[in-house]
């Protein structure tokens, strides 16, 4: 495995460990918290902290492809 396929192992950890974090803390609060603004306001956040978690990724395994086709050029997967 090289330099680069191992920071992106690191990086799909951390995204995928948020991911999961978030979906429990609100299921969590879904099924057994109570109705308050608080509990609200935190499904709301965690769900803004998911989707900017979830569209920073993919912006930034868009702009780092677009890094190595400018250095390798196009020349498919290897």
């Given at each position: 495995?090289?330099?680069?396929?191992?920071?992106?192992?690191?990086?799909?950890?951390?995204v995928i460990c948020t991911l999961?974090?978030?979906?429990?803390?609100?299921?969590?609060?879904?099924?057994?918290?109570?109705?308050?603004?608080?509990?609200?306001?935190?499904v709301n956040i965690l769900g803004?902290?998911?989707?900017?978690?979830?569209?920073?990724?993919?912006?930034?395994?868009?702009?780092?492809?677009?890094?190595?086709?400018?250095?390798?050029?196009?020349?498919?997967?290897?």
């Open positions: 495995m090289s330099k680069l396929d191992a920071n992106w192992t690191v990086r799909r950890t951390v999961i974090y978030c979906g429990l803390v609100i299921a969590y609060l879904a099924a057994l918290g109570g109705d308050t603004r608080l509990n609200e306001t935190i803004f902290v998911a989707m900017s978690t979830l569209g920073s990724y993919v912006f930034g395994a868009t702009w780092d492809d677009r890094n190595k086709m400018k250095f390798k050029g196009p020349g498919g997967p290897e």
